[in-house]
């Protein structure tokens, strides 16, 4: 019997690297994916894998959707992956953020407690929860101190994580990941649109890139390492929470560096500073120690920065070169799903 899982925020970065993960696994994947006036399938179209998930319209807000998806799928874990996980962005919009990165996580885990108790849950908790405090490298035992709505968020969704598990005994763990960067990253991170304004530059579409902070320092991984490491937090005897990290910080001046030096160029004659790209609370640096995956998962990273930065600069060129030819941005793909595709409660896998 093939194991199931369900992803939560499948369109996403995450969500496609760790359903092609999973699918390698042997596991069947079932996804959620939310109503949009374009449809977003491009990132599993990218990765070959479109026709080999199911997918399940389903809107974190809608307590409705999030049962019918875990009813639907009726997985054997679920990896919550979605959220709207844009930092500068939840100080725009707080109450939305607050609710789909932070209260749905009861939501999912209040389903899974009155329907099936078994299922394993992972949440995707995040480095941002350390924010204001830097003193050594941040472990397991290090206290948070949020500074944004999104981080605020994820720490009710840490805590409501670790309660269901306590109270109620359910396999409910978090991964408290570092940043974690791919060619599939949305282009509004810092390291993408970087790698992107690289590739424009170099090839004579742009002259400049406009940034805000560019002395904030992050702990950068590679996406694909560390969907690995979600999956083998669920295969424990007992959940547990780590944090995955490189262990390796820079600032986005080194990072800029490294990616404009790889077509030659300065960053310092490309670059402008705009105060719009200044959040109102910044996270200055973030490091991460994760040695409790190492020992307890056997979880290290493969790919490092310079390595990662390298990636990333030469996918933006080849999709940039591409486009002079006439090809289509990944993210431009025809993608409009054939109905028959998307399973709901009006089609269900039995029909
Ligand atoms: P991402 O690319 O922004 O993907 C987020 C996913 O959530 C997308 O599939 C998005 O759907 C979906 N989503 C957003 N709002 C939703 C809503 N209201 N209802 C239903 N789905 C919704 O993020 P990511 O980088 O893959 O990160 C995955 C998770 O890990 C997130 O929870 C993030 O906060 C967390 N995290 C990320 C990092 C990192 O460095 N990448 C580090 C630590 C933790 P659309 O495609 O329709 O927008
Ligand atoms: O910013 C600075 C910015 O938006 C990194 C999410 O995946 O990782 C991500 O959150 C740094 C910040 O990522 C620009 O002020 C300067 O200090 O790439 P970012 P993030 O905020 O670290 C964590 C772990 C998550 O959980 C999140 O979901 O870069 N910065 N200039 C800029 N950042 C952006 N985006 N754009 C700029 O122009």
Redesign the pocket.
């Known amino acids: 019997m093939h194991k199931k899982a369900l992803i ?9 690297y760790l359903a092609q993960f999973l699918l390698n696994k042997g596991y069947k994947v079932y996804g ?3 109503r ?1 006036s374009s449809p ?1 399938f491009w990132r599993l179209q990218y990765l070959n894998i479109f026709d080999k998930v199911e997918l399940i319209p ?5 307590s409705a959707s999030l049962f019918e998806a875990i009813r639907i799928s009726s997985p054997d874990e679920i990896y ?7 930092v500068g962005a939840s100080f725009e919009q707080p109450i ?1 953020t607050t ?3 932070g209260v ?1 996580t009861t939501r999912i885990l209040e389903i899974i407690r009155q329907i099936n108790p078994k299922i394993k849950f992972y949440q ?5 929860l350390y924010g204001g405090i830097y003193d050594h490298k941040q472990n397991e035992e290090v206290p948070f101190h949020p500074r944004s709505p ?1 981080a605020a968020a ?1 720490l009710y969704s840490y805590w409501t994580t670790r309660i269901y598990r306590d109270a109620y005994g359910l396999f409910a763990a978090n ?7 791919s060619p ?3 282009l509004e ?1 810092v390291t993408r649109k970087i790698t992107n304004a690289v590739a424009k530059i170099h090839l004579g579409f742009s002259k400049n890139i406009t940034l805000g902070n560019i002395n904030a320092q992050r702990d950068w991984g590679f ?1 694909l390492d ?1 969907v690995e490491s979600m999956w083998m937090i669920l295969q424990q005897d007992k959940p547990q929470d780590f944090v995955i990290a490189t262990g390796q910080m820079h600032s986005i001046e080194e990072l800029l560096d490294i990616a404009f030096k790889l077509v030659n160029l300065d960053y310092k004659k490309h670059i402008v500073i705009d105060k719009k790209f200044f959040r109102p609370l910044e996270v200055h640096k973030l490091c991460g120690d994760s040695s409790k995956a190492k020992k307890v998962l056997g979880w290290v990273p493969k790919v490092a920065f310079k390595q990662l930065v390298e990636i990333m600069v030469k996918e933006d060129i080849k999709r940039w070169e591409g486009w002079q030819k006439g090809e289509r941005f990944p993210w431009d793909a025809i993608n409009y799903p054939d109905e028959r595709k998307t399973l709901s409660r009006y089609i269900s896998i039995d029909d």
């Open positions: 939560t925020g499948i369109t996403g970065q995450d969500g496609s959620t994916y939310r949009l977003n389903a809107e974190l807000s809608d919550n992956l979605a959220a709207q996980s844009f939305n609710d789909v990165s749905a995707a908790s995040t480095s941002e999104y994820k991964g408290i990941l570092f940043n974690h960067e599939l990253r949305g991170f996406a560390y």
